[in-house]
């Protein structure tokens, strides 16, 4: 019988170079499986914290409130409401006017995200009050971002840049809602804190903000009734009871809320006859005595 050498199949160095080989690879293997476990549990975490930390994208705030991982959306009694600057027109256009289109698609998310956390422990809310002048009365159905409601398109009186979009969410649409064209009504400060929800720049640099009573709760008489809905009176039949809905639709092609409805100046009649007078006409003729 052939004895087996050194250096045969069969011998001790061939069976742990075998064997070192074998140890080698699946340690490499691990290695391998390890980094994979190690990225797909930094790529949850990354996905996590930015579904949670950015509510205000459309998929994030679907999916949060479908798992029920949002609190729902509230709102304020005027001594409880969260402090923040009340920001008149002319200011507030001066302070978003050199924002990019970048910068202003940021800042809008902010602002989203803020509304969607109920303010929770800021106190750097940007109010919007002052005095406008009424351009248009909407009401607002399921495809807006308040379902049910009234939203008052208002042109600033100051500073004419600036319009208004006054969202006055409602758990029912009043039937009647009244203001004329023109007229004036006030967005006023504590009694309303109308918080800035959006902003959107058109061609002519002329910028819209949208924005929403946080003051939606009037106090109960008894302490162990919760707070009742609070009532906006703008004149005699234009009253409506603003309740914040827990949830609003998001999506991003829905700022402003309220359409452009043209207006359609007329001009006096004077005016008309004027402009059909030729120039020759407006010379009184040489006559002799």
Same mark, same amino acid.
């Given at each position: ?45 990354? +996905? ?37 600057? +009340? ?203």
């Amino acid at each position: 019988m052939e004895a087996v050498s050194g250096e045969s199949s069969f011998s001790r160095n061939s069976r742990e170079q075998d064997e070192g080989r074998y140890r080698s690879g699946n340690l490499i293997l691990w290695v391998a499986a390890i980094a994979v476990l190690i990225g797909l549990n930094f790529a949850s975490w990354s +996905f996590c914290m930015w579904v949670f930390g950015q509510p205000e994208q459309p998929m994030n705030y679907k999916l949060l409130n479908r798992l029920d991982k949002l609190d729902p959306i509230h709102g304020f009694l005027p001594f409880t409401a969260p402090r923040g600057k +009340f920001n008149s027109a002319k200011d507030l256009y001066a302070q978003v006017y050199p924002f990019n289109e970048t910068e202003l698609r940021a800042y809008n998310g902010i602002l989203k995200r803020y509304y969607l956390k109920n303010y929770a422990e800021r106190d750097d809310v940007t109010f919007l009050s002052g005095e406008f002048v009424i351009e248009s009365v909407q009401k607002m159905g399921e495809d807006d971002v308040f379902q049910s409601g009234i939203v008052i398109r208002g042109r600033s009186s100051t500073f004419p840049d600036v319009i208004l979009d006054l969202a006055l969410p409602s758990e029912e649409t009043p039937e009647v809602f009244e203001l004329p064209v023109g007229s004036l009504f006030q967005v006023e400060e504590s009694q309303m804190c109308a918080a800035l929800l959006n902003v959107k720049r058109l061609q002519d640099t002329t910028m819209i903000f949208t924005v929403v009573p946080l003051v939606t709760k009037t106090p109960s008489p008894d302490a162990e009734v919760p707070p009742g809905p609070k009532t906006y009176d703008f004149g005699r039949n234009a009253v409506i009871t603003v309740s914040t809905p827990e949830k609003i639709q998001i999506e991003p092609e829905r700022w402003p809320i309220s359409e452009e409805i043209e207006v359609i100046e007329e001009n006096p009649v004077n005016d008309v006859e004027e402009e059909m007078v030729p120039e020759e006409a407006e010379a009184v003729p040489d006559g002799g005595a």
